[in-house]
């Protein structure tokens, strides 16, 4: 992959990442956690918290990642719209 692509195209790329790791976020979520035992016992429930803040974690650093994308894409848009228009000649 060129360097430009991803210099000129890093809000896009960032918001990418943000998606991937609410996808690994949910599948570890899934995989280690899963659903919790109805009646557990101190040790699986302990486990089964530990987990879950593992999987909130990734959830967390996957949102940072789409905000600062989608900030960044719109700001993008904005400064194009900007520059881009035409202004009238006098």
């Not at 998606?19 to 599948?27: M, N, P, R, T």
């Not at 486990?47 to 967390?60: E, K, M």
């Not at 996957?62 to 989608?70: E, M, S």
Request: hydrophobic share 45%; with cysteine.
């Amino acid at each position: 992959m060129p360097k430009t692509f991803l210099i000129r195209n890093w809000p896009l790329v960032t918001s990418m990442i943000g998606i991937l790791l609410a996808v690994a976020g949910l599948s570890y979520e899934i995989i280690f956690a899963g659903i919790p035992y109805q009646d557990p016992t101190p040790e699986i429930l302990n486990n089964y918290h530990h987990q879950t803040a593992i999987a909130q974690r990734i959830y967390t650093v996957a949102y940072v990642f789409c905000l600062i994308g989608a900030l960044s894409l719109f700001g993008k848009f904005i400064h194009r719209e900007i520059t881009q228009r035409k202004r009238p000649k006098l």
